[in-house]
């Protein structure tokens, strides 16, 4: 099993469209979970760290699942510019062997059409 | 505030040879982390560095290595380079250990 797991995508979706994202991680012992949007050929940037009382910025709300080892991100009213690569992203803090690193999924692309 | 920066952005380089990358966190930060994303794969993980020291490396061979410097920069190795290794090299950096990490914009190495 894939340390984290995303749907495979992508996902093609009209403005103003709410789409949401899933993404499951195999490490129970997992500490820190984040949401990351990396456009085209760029550096993946910070979205959003997800709490296990899920959290909001705006458009954006992040959930976590700790028993289910589940994280997702839903987005209202996309726009054109939201159009990325969204990845789902959990740190092995904790981990045995991970220390440290993030683990990255291999991300769901986006698409917003006008 | 400067972001995490790199350097060189684009590099080519053929079969054998030895490259160096080189990164720079934000000011504060002490941890560097360096991941490869390869074409059409994810990002992996290749090393970690805080206060100087080596504290985790992934699954890479043993060519690839690096160093940190007391002013918290970092440099990359990467020694007998292979056609495989053609990918964005990223830098991060936190302000302590498992911090949330911050990217620099990479450097794209293409092996020939």
């Known amino acids: 099993r894939k340390e984290v797991e995303q749907d495979p995508g992508p996902f093609n979706v009209p403005e103003g469209a709410t789409v949401a994202f899933n993404c499951t991680y195999s490490n129970s012992a997992s500490q820190s979970f984040f949401w990351y949007r990396q456009d085209c050929r760029k550096e993946p940037k910070l979205l959003m760290s997800?709490?296990?009382s899920g959290n909001e910025d705006g458009r954006f709300t992040a959930q976590l699942n700790r028993a289910s080892q589940y994280i997702s991100l839903l987005i209202r009213d996309s726009k054109l510019s939201d159009s990325a690569t969204y990845l789902c992203?959990?740190?092995?803090?904790?981990?045995?062997?991970?220390?440290?690193?993030?683990?990255f999924g291999k991300g769901t692309k986006l698409s917003v059409k006008p | 505030e400067a972001g995490v920066t790199q350097s060189p952005t684009h590099l080519i380089k053929t079969r054998g040879q030895q490259v160096t990358l080189r990164c720079s966190p934000i000011s504060g930060h002490t941890s560097v982390y360096w991941y490869q994303q390869a074409l059409g794969l994810g990002l992996q993980f290749l090393l970690w560095?805080?206060?100087?020291?080596?504290?985790n490396r992934g699954n890479f061979p043993p060519r690839f290595s690096g160093r940190q410097f007391p002013n918290y920069s970092s440099e990359l190795n990467v020694n007998a380079l292979e056609l495989e290794d053609s990918a964005l090299y990223l830098c991060a950096s936190s302000f302590d250990r498992g911090g949330t990490q911050y990217f620099g914009p990479g450097t794209r190495l293409l092996v020939l």
């Open positions: 997800v709490y296990s």
């Open positions: 992203v959990v740190n092995g803090w904790l981990s045995v062997g991970s220390q440290g690193n993030l683990i």
């Open positions: 560095y805080d206060e100087g020291e080596e504290r």
